[in-house]
């Protein structure tokens, strides 16, 4: 066969490698979110979805995506599509009075729902990112958030 014939085969066959990874590298994912546990039909339920520790979990402005729904039932399911796969922490508060704030009583307690993703124990505190960061991979990712109620 002809030196030449074989390094334009060659280069056929590498650059359609490098197109199939490249191809895979920018593909992007879906995360769907389940949030169980709400307490009332009152209000709506906001979602943030953050890449990094900067502003997880109240700072919705620094969230790669948020959303805020409707509540409708004791449970609510919202998608997040276009995320490029990686490390995530969701944040979730049921925003009972529509103010778009975690709300708290004079201790600081919080009186309405909120949640994170991989459901951390929450003793004094929001948990850290590191916490709550879960991997989004693949077509989609599924998860469960649980919210939790103190001080009602």
């Known amino acids: 066969?002809?030196?030449?014939?074989?390094?334009?085969?060659l280069l056929a066959m590498v650059s359609s490698?490098?197109?199939?990874?490249?191809?895979?590298?920018?593909?992007?994912?879906?995360?769907?979110?389940?949030?169980?546990?709400?307490?009332?039909?009152?209000?709506?339920?906001?979602i943030s979805v953050f890449s990094s520790s900067k502003g997880f979990p109240s700072s919705k402005n620094q969230a790669v995506q948020a959303r805020c729904l409707g509540v409708t039932g004791a449970s609510?399911?919202?998608?997040?599509?276009?995320?490029?796969?990686?490390?995530?922490?969701?944040?979730?508060?049921?925003?009972a009075n529509i103010d778009g704030k975690l709300?708290?009583?004079?201790?600081?307690?919080?009186?309405?729902?909120?949640?994170?993703?991989n459901n951390p124990k929450i003793l004094t505190g929001p948990p850290k990112f590191g916490e709550s960061a879960i991997i989004v991979s693949g077509q989609q990712?599924?998860?469960?958030?649980?919210?939790?109620?103190?001080?009602?």
């Open 1 to 9: 066969m002809k030196p030449w014939l074989i390094n334009g085969l």
């Open 17 to 46: 490698g490098l197109f199939i990874v490249k191809a895979q590298a920018n593909a992007k994912t879906e995360l769907n979110i389940t949030i169980d546990g709400l307490k009332s039909l009152k209000g709506q339920v906001c």
């Open 76 to 95: 609510e399911t919202i998608s997040f599509e276009n995320l490029d796969p990686g490390s995530y922490a969701v944040a979730v508060i049921h925003d």
């Open 103 to 117: 709300n708290r009583n004079l201790l600081g307690i919080p009186i309405e729902g909120f949640g994170f993703s």
């Open 141 to 152: 990712t599924n998860i469960r958030i649980q919210l939790k109620y103190f001080g009602v």
